[in-house]
């Protein structure tokens, strides 16, 4: 099986560092996933759920704001302006879920978008 190394960097600091199996970003031009020896791109995220699978398989999402992405073969690197886990063994899910959709609606982009990043943010909540 192969992995990938995954970085998502805040101001604040790192939210994820870890190797995964793949990723689904929210690009500016819709959403994407990242597979190992994917081919370099850098590309613009826009406001959305970042979806991880975990080496172990399972699934992290992180709700981010804005940003932009850099993919290599071997790494990942999501640059992103705010970001927060809504889901993974450690996260209070209930207060995640409500600072997810705090920053979502404060991302400055389109409304769709935002409506779209927060029914997906709600989705996940009920999954749990």
């Not at 705010?82 to 991302?107: F, N, P, R, Y």
Request: charged share 25%; with cysteine.
């Amino acid at each position: 099986m192969e992995l990938m190394k995954l970085e998502i960097v805040t101001p604040n600091g790192m939210i994820f560092d870890g190797e995964v199996k793949q990723v689904t970003l929210p690009g500016a031009e819709g959403e994407f996933g990242v597979l190992p020896k994917h081919a370099t791109l850098v590309s613009l995220l826009d406001t959305g759920v970042i979806v991880i699978e975990k080496a172990d398989g399972s699934e992290v999402a992180v709700a981010i704001n804005s940003g932009y992405v850099k993919v290599e073969e071997e790494k990942t690197t999501c640059i992103v302006d705010g970001a927060v886990a809504i889901s993974g063994e450690e996260s209070d899910l209930a207060k995640a879920l409500e600072d997810a959709k705090a920053l979502l609606k404060s991302a400055e982009t389109s409304n769709t978008a935002i409506a779209s990043a927060v029914s997906k943010v709600e989705q996940i909540g009920k999954s749990f």
